[in-house]
């Protein structure tokens, strides 16, 4: 068995992974007992690559077969000759199948099982093999203890499967998780793993079919994917040489009320470095002739009132409305304006604040609330957003119809239930500021302009944006700029063609 850091698409839920693992005994006649070999013997195989001066080994273990995948590598560990202190969480006797004898097998070897008490004072590498991914329950007591001890622990730490206190299924934190290191993942990755806190409790993620069929996958129909800018490199294609920039669409921005200028501003200079063919901003009227000054590449217009929007509108291929829009009454008419139009559109920021006051639904925008704003549109609280994206975004997508982009870390993207969920697993902490939705507003309707369908605009738009921040994130995190991703989306968007 060999682990990989090359992730495979599919996320799944719980139900499903068990599903998962029910068919490959039944079905395909691989005993339960045989993967949690496998299991455990490909994390053994990741503990020594990722720490290969490692000898003392702690391995704290639930009752459950996360605890069995545990026996395993500590029946390895002991067998190559290293320290093994391992601690039994909950009543050792309701150990049993395939566990069990994994269990018995350490003890025959010489290992030594003791009940949690606290951790040794030295440990090389930490194993988290606590829980698995049926956890739906807060962790309290004895669980909460250890858990604490080993997220103070100075040590590495390598979880099986998923950092026990992690929900699988949305990515919350059940009270307290373990903080790994690195997660090795079994037979299918789990969605939590890559939303919410699943990124911060997983550390690196690390991935092993165990072997099993790869018919297997084809039994369980999944609708969560992860979605990165490798799998969209090339979907604009190379530009025909006799190409002219109405080729490539019109995006007609709309926002930048008075100390917001420059939001409308990044946005549409995003739809240009895209590559919309002409990009339009409608602000107000003191702000148009310095952003034409600063951008010259940009027609921008002030306008009053909705009746000076009337010419951009007809001209335009797509809307972007919301960046520095604000919520006087200047914002509210252009927007009721927009909304009678029969254009596609992005909608962001104060346009979405506005919608959170009077919903309507429409087939042919997007949507792309930060969990704030998406606490807003559906009356609740943001701690509500957090404690399930998945089912926040499906909640938004049935309530006001069309393609919903739920940002934050693992930002998800759902068009409906024929669609399967994407989940950006790119992006990095530096993109907490200022600036960087009314980015991804432009880049979202530079890929609509340039004919790309609603759901392929917003989920390419959420990698490049996530991908292009990761570069410009080389030089640190800390202090990143929106405007720093400018020039990587020119770069990534070239990457197939620069030498054609």
């Given amino acids: 068995m060999s682990f990989t850091h090359i992730l495979p698409r599919h996320l799944y839920c719980a139900a499903q992974v068990r599903e998962l693992d029910r068919t490959v005994t039944e079905k395909f006649s691989i005993p339960g007992l045989t993967l949690m070999e496998r299991a455990g013997t490909t994390a053994y195989d990741l503990l020594c690559k990722r720490w290969p001066e490692a000898q003392v080994i702690t391995v704290v273990c639930g009752v459950g077969n996360n605890g069995g995948d545990g026996y395993v590598l500590a029946c390895l560990a002991l067998q190559a000759g290293k320290t093994v202190h391992l601690l039994q969480l909950g009543d050792g006797s309701k150990i049993s199948g395939d566990a069990r004898t994994h269990y018995e097998r350490f003890i025959e070897m010489g290992g030594k099982v003791a009940p949690f008490e606290r951790l040794p004072k030295a440990s090389d590498v930490m194993v988290d093999g606590i829980f698995g991914t049926g956890l739906v329950r807060e962790v309290t007591g004895e669980w909460c203890r250890a858990i604490e001890a080993i997220n103070s622990s100075l040590s590495p730490v390598l979880a099986l499967d998923i950092p026990s206190g992690l929900h699988s299924d949305s990515g919350r934190i059940l009270g307290i998780a373990v903080k790994a290191d690195a997660t090795i993942s079994f037979i299918g990755l789990k969605r939590g793993q890559f939303t919410g806190a699943g990124a911060e409790q997983c550390g690196q993620v690390l991935f092993d079919d165990l072997g099993v069929p790869e018919a297997l996958y084809t039994a369980e129909k999944c609708m969560t994917q992860r979605a990165e800018w490798s799998m969209f490199t090339g979907l604009l294609g190379r530009r025909a040489r006799n190409a002219h920039k109405g080729n490539f669409g019109h995006v007609l921005v709309i926002g930048g009320d008075h100390g917001f200028s ?151 993207i759902a068009a409906n239930s024929d669609v399967p969920m994407a989940v950006c697993t790119a992006g990095n902490p530096g993109m907490a500021t200022g600036g960087m939705g009314d980015l991804l507003t432009g880049i979202i309707a530079g890929m609509v302009a340039q004919g790309l369908s609603l759901s392929d605009a917003a989920t390419a738009g959420v990698c490049l944006h996530a991908a292009a921040a990761d570069r410009a994130a080389q030089a640190g995190e800390r202090g990143l700029l929106a405007n720093d991703l400018q020039i990587e989306l020119r770069l990534l968007l070239n990457t197939d063609w620069h030498q054609c």
């Avoid at 200079?269 to 310095?290: C, F, N, S």
């Fill in 262 to 412: 420059g939001a409308a501003r990044m946005a549409a200079e995003a739809a240009l470095r895209t590559g919309a063919g002409l990009v339009t901003v409608a602000t107000q009227p003191a702000h148009a002739a310095l952003l034409n000054t600063v951008r010259p590449e940009l027609m921008c217009h002030g306008v009053a009132d909705a009746k000076a929007l009337a010419p951009l509108l007809q001209r335009a291929t797509v809307i972007a409305i919301g960046p520095g829009l604000g919520q006087t009454s200047w914002g509210q008419a252009l927007l009721s304006a927009v909304l009678e139009a029969k254009l596609p559109m992005v909608v962001d920021a104060d346009a979405l604040n506005q919608l959170a006051l009077d919903p309507v639904q429409r087939d042919n925008w997007i949507l792309t609330p930060h969990p704030g704003e998406a606490a807003r549109l559906l009356g609740i609280s943001s701690t509500d957003v957090q404690s399930d994206r998945f089912q926040t975004i499906q909640a938004l997508q049935e309530q006001y119809s069309g393609v919903v982009v739920l940002k934050g870390a693992g930002t998800l």
